[in-house]
Structures are given as C-alpha cells and as structure tokens.
C-alpha cells in the first residue's frame, strides 16, 4: 500500500512512495504527529538520479524488517534535495560541521522542534570498514532518545546555536577591482591542473563557472594564460569519458583527475553551464571544437530532457539496466571490444576501439570502457568516423534507457534558456532559440503566480507547492536577460524586472546587502539559509548579482546596480582566497570593471544590416555586455529610446560607465568599438 509520498509531485519522492517505510513529506504535520508521538524524526535528504541514494533506499527503505522498525520508534520525513534547497543546506552545513563532510544519502535525526542531533550520510545494511549497519544506527539514537533524552536536547540546542553563529561575514563593502581580479586568477593557477585541465584532484568537476571568470578575464586585459587555462581545460573535458562522445552532453563529474571515468548521472544544470561555456569559448576563439560540443550538448538538452509542456527535466540516471535485470551504473554508456565487433565487424570495431579509447582490459568495470577521444593527433578517415558513430548510437539505443527524473526545477531551466538562446543566435539555430522560449513561457504560465512570485518545481504540467529560492529569481531572470538581448522583445526584460524586484525585497538584507537564500516570508527554519559559493551551479547570490547588474544596464535602474555592487564586496573577500568556488561572483565582477558595455541596435528588424550588427553586438565577447534591437521608434527596450538611424541606415550606438561612442552603422567599427 502506497504512503504519504503518493501524492508528491517530486519524482524522487515517488520513487519511495511503495517503501514500507511509512513515510512523511516535509510539512508541519509531519513535526507535530513526532511531538504528540514522542519519537526522534529521521530526515533523509536525496535527489532522484544518486546512485547510492537508490542503494540505501535498495537495502534499507524496502528492507521490511528496517520499515517496521523505523515506523515503531521514528517519524520518517523524505526530502528531494532539488526540490527544497534550503533544507539541504541547513542541514548539510549541520553535517559538515559535525563531521567534517557531506554527501547524498544524508541522514539526519532531528527533535520534533527540527533541531538536528546526530547526522551521518550512507549506512550500509551490515558493518562495513568501519562504518556501523543503518539498524545499530537506529538503535543507537533510539537508545540515546528513549534513555538520554536531556543530553540529546542539550546537543540538538548547541549544535543551532553553533549554526546561529557562523553568519556570513559581508566581507567588504567595497566592489573588487583589479588587484582583487589579478589575484583570483593567480589562485586558479596554482589550483590548475596543467597536465589534464581542470583545477584540483579526484574527483574532478567541471568548473563551467571558473572558466566564464577567465574567458571574460582574458576578454578584458587579454592575458593569455586565463584563456590557455578555459580553452585546454574545455579540450580536456570534450575528449574524456566525462563528455558522451555519441550524443553529446556530460556526465555530472569524473571520479579521476584525467576525465576519463565520469558518475555518469546527466544533469540539466552542468549541460546548461558547459554548454554557454563553450559557445562563449567559440566566440573568443572560433575553435571548431567548442562549437561542435556547444551544439551536440545543446541538442542533446532538447532531444533527451525537454518535457512535453516545453520545459526541461532535472537530469538521468547514472543507472540503468545492464540487461539481465540489475541495474549498474554506467550500464547504457561503456563497451567491450566484443560489443563494438558485435555492432560493427571486426575491421569497424578494431578502427573503433583505437579512436575512442576501448582496451582489453577496460578503463571502467569488468572490462568495459567509457568512449573518450584519446587521439590528440593522427589522421582518421572522418566518413567512416561518423558511421562507426552512427551504428554505434544505434545499437546504445536499443538498451534499456536510464531513468528521467522530469521534474522542472525553475533554477535550472533559466539556465537553460540562456544557453540555448545564446546558442541559436550564435550558430544561426532558430530552432534552439524557439526552445528556449518554450521554457520560459513555460516558466511564466506555469511557475510565475500573479503576484509574480516563482515556484520552484513543476512535473506534467502541475505546478509544485515550493516556494522560489533565490537561485530560482537569478536564474530564471538570467535566461530571460539573454532572450531579451537575442530576441529584441522587451517583455522578458519586464519578467526579469518583477524577479528581481522580488530580490531586492525579499533576498536582500537592507542594512548590509547581505542576500539569503530564502524570502523574509519564507517557511522558518533552524537557520536562514545564506550562502555565495558556488556550487554545482552558481550560487543564488553570485547569480542574482549578475542578473541586478545586466537589469541596470538595460534599464538604468540604479537600486539594481547599487544592490548588485553591495553583493559583490564579498567576492572582494573571497576572490583571491576561494576563486575555484566564487566564479560566477567573479565573472561578474569582471563585467563591473568593464561597464558593462551597452549596444543598441536600431534598424528595421528584417533588415541584413540591423542582424549583421545585431550579430556582432551578440558575439562581442567584451565581459557582460548587454544588447538590444529594435526598429528606431520601438518602445520594447529602454536602450533604444531615442537613438535613431544615421542616415536612414540601421545604426549600433556603444556606451559605458554613462559616456557614449559616436553611433556607427559600420560592422567592423561596431567590433572594434566592443573589443577596446
């Protein structure tokens, strides 16, 4: 019989909704049913496309024995992690801070005031190197609970007070500037990895966010080794297992150094990242390979995660059906070089495993490999290539698919419209931009109530009962930015506008400029939640003060831009110590010190010349830079007020820091103007 979960939205909920396990979404209800039941409430914190979440939900969530345990001496409380954010990360930082780490499956204990007393992360079923079974775990808080109530009370009050005390210190009230910038980038340079790209060890994550600060570095002072950093380290990754070399798209992280064994999960927020990277490094180099992998890792995003209401799933599953009914992580992606002869002939399948790296031995488990592109040099017949490609995709196809979690998180899919807007301007893809309009109309019809207040999740069509967090108004405000500048119609630079007037009311503390991860009105909990590194994705901070900023450039409104250079002090604080994980605070930054530069393009909009300037404006790779288009008498973008054509001719108009080039309705004129 199904429990409380049968009715979440979530699909990681649902996947725990047959579970003995008598379990609770997060609610009120849930805290009150453990204060009149007396009993500790287990929080267990995950997302649908973990691996070892499935397998602790495997071995202990379906385990009846375990259920029928649980259910006498807990309240059980499931949560996706994607879908509440914010009680992922006052739990978390509690985890971390007591043990040092973190990690999904996380698992909590809490009272029934949520006040959180032991913590831990993945419990085998038996005691393994040294880790206790889940049930010694349970009967030991069970004991603590039952016979040492006070002292459990007394730790669970210490550890909020501990959490109450480490609030963010602002850092800086002043914005960072050169010195600040000049030593961020010497500190990702030490962190680089010179031989493989990428910064740090095992595992390895690609730093989409680090790579824009360079890309928009170099764009600014022209040091080449920030781009020799950004360029070699997005070769590194395209060429590795952690890059789906049939498809498109990559894995969520490589577990080596080299980039060659990936966790194969696929999320929408990496592909969304990676993707604008590497067409902003097309745009700085023109390298054939960058756009090759922006556009497979675009259609990849349309093809395999756009929903049928037109938005964009969550992510798919590392694991999969290996054909015999268990599922194995990596199943749908690795080969042996029997299988490559089986689908290709021997001549194809030893051309095959030369090429894309396949060893007798394997590079990943029981002898299989994960494709990757080796061969740095060496000629290869690019026909025969591209049918090996074609037969082997074909053959993939027919093995049992990794799940989809289809669930539409707001945050992930404004980068995704940004990307893919970027993306089809670039390389001259309407269709990729119609894509991203279908996700933010999705956004506006679906997730934006009237008062203009974000939900976070969707699934079918079905809006979810959680509230926006601040990445949700960033995010979804960035992608509506770039529409605005590829598309020319204003009404998504109005979206962007009620988005972050909301940040600035109800994110953003007024006495500092400190901004929270929750809304004032938000559900309480232990702790607001507060945070400007990045993590997987930029964080809301860093995001929504790129967004403030783009919004005052298009508009000239100077609470954004004010509230936009008080968030950045911290990037002052933390640029030069922590780079690896402020970078999108600090390729906003790099947008400040250049301006942002602002483009009007007037002209007729079917004119060749106004899309040959409007192009150039959008290829400029001068760091933030904002653009609009419009015919001359167009009131759809604040930027085109009062410029008009030079000569009856579509004309472009360049300004910066409140100081304006002649207008010029030469191409070339326009480019030089956005490269000085």
């Known amino acids: 019989m199904p429990n409380r979960l049968a009715h979440e939205t979530s699909p990681y909920l649902l996947q725990h909704a047959d579970n003995p396990v008598d379990w609770w979404p997060w609610s009120a209800d849930a805290f009150e049913e453990a204060r009149k039941s007396g009993k500790p409430v287990l929080l267990s914190v995950g997302y649908s496309s973990c691996h070892w979440c499935h397998v602790m939900a495997h071995e202990s969530f379906e385990d009846q024995e375990t259920a029928d345990y649980l259910n006498a001496h807990f309240v059980s409380v499931k949560v996706d992690r994607e879908e509440r954010p914010d009680v992922d990360a006052v739990y978390m930082e509690a985890v971390q801070a007591a043990t040092g780490q973190g990690g999904w499956p996380m698992t909590v204990f809490l009272t029934p005031d ?180 922006a556009l497979e890792t675009a259609d990849f995003m349309v093809r395999e995660l756009r929903t049928n209401e037109g938005g964009f799933a969550s992510a798919l599953d590392a694991d999969s059906d290996d054909g015999t009914g268990k599922h194995v992580e990596g199943a749908y992606y690795v080969w042996t070089p029997a299988q490559l002869r089986e689908v290709l002939g021997e001549q194809d399948a030893e051309l095959a495993a030369d090429y894309f790296g396949v060893t007798q031995e394997g590079t990943f488990e029981e002898g299989a490999s994960v494709l990757q592109l080796p061969q740095s040099e060496g000629v290869f017949d690019a026909e025969r290539i591209a049918s090996i490609r074609a037969r082997l995709l074909e053959a993939r196809g027919e093995r049992p698919a990794p799940g989809r979690d289809d669930k539409v998180v707001a945050a992930w899919n404004g980068l995704a419209v940004a990307a893919l807007a970027e993306t089809g301007a670039y390389f001259d893809r309407p269709d990729l931009i119609e894509a991203a309009l279908g996700a933010a109309d999705l956004l506006v019809r679906l997730h934006l109530d009237e008062h203009a207040r974000l939900a976070r999740t969707s699934k079918d069509g079905r809006v979810g009962a959680n509230a926006g967090v601040l990445e949700d108004y960033a995010d979804v405000s960035e992608g509506f930015l770039a529409l605005a500048s590829v598309t020319g119609e204003g009404v998504w630079l109005e979206f962007a506008g009620f988005l972050l007037d909301h940040v600035l009311v109800q994110f953003t503390d007024e006495e500092s400029g400190t901004l929270y991860d929750t809304a004032a009105d938000a559900e309480k909990l232990i702790r607001r939640p507060q945070d400007p590194t990045d993590n997987a994705t930029p964080s809301g901070w860093s995001a929504a003060a790129g967004a403030l900023l783009s919004y005052a450039a298009q508009t000239g409104a100077e609470p954004h831009r004010a509230a936009a250079e008080r968030a950045l002090g911290v990037v002052k604080a933390l640029g030069p110590r922590a780079p690896r994980f402020i970078g999108w605070g600090l390729a906003t930054a790099e947008a400040l010190l250049d301006g942002p530069r602002e483009v009007a393009v007037v002209g007729p909009v079917d004119d060749p010349a106004t899309k040959e300037l409007h192009r150039a404006a959008l290829l400029a790779t001068a760091p933030g830079a904002v653009v609009a288009v419009g015919a001359p008498d167009s009131d759809e973008l604040p930027l085109l007020a009062e410029r008009l054509l030079v000569s009856g001719e579509p004309t472009a108009y360049v300004c910066r820091n409140f100081t304006c080039d002649a207008p010029t309705t030469d191409v070339d004129r326009l480019r030089e103007a956005l490269k000085r």
């Open 114 to 293: 949520a006040e959180p007393f032991y913590f831990g992360t993945y419990f085998p079923p038996a005691p393994r190197q040294g880790s206790p079974s889940f049930r010694q775990v349970l009967e030991g808080v069970h004991s603590a609970w039952t016979d040492r109530r006070d002292e459990v009370a007394e730790v669970a009050e210490k550890i909020v007070r501990d959490l109450a005390g480490r609030e963010i210190a602002f850092g800086d009230t002043q914005v960072p500037g050169e010195e600040d910038l000049a030593g961020a980038l010497l500190g990702l340079t030490r962190d680089y990895d010179a031989n493989h790209g990428g910064f740090g060890g095992a595992p390895k994550f690609p730093p989409s966010m680090a790579i824009e600060f360079l890309l928009r570095h170099h764009a600014r002072t022209g040091a080449e080794g920030a781009l020799q950093m950004a360029a070699d380290t997005c070769e590194r990754m395209a060429r590795g297992g952690i890059y789906d070399q049939l498809a498109g798209g990559f894995a969520r992280y490589s577990v080596d150094r080299e980039w060659v064994v990936p966790h194969f999960e696929k999320m929408l927020y990496d592909n969304a990242l990676l993707c604008r990277v590497y067409a902003h490094l097309w745009r700085s180099t023109g390298s054939d390979l960058a756009r090759r992998v």
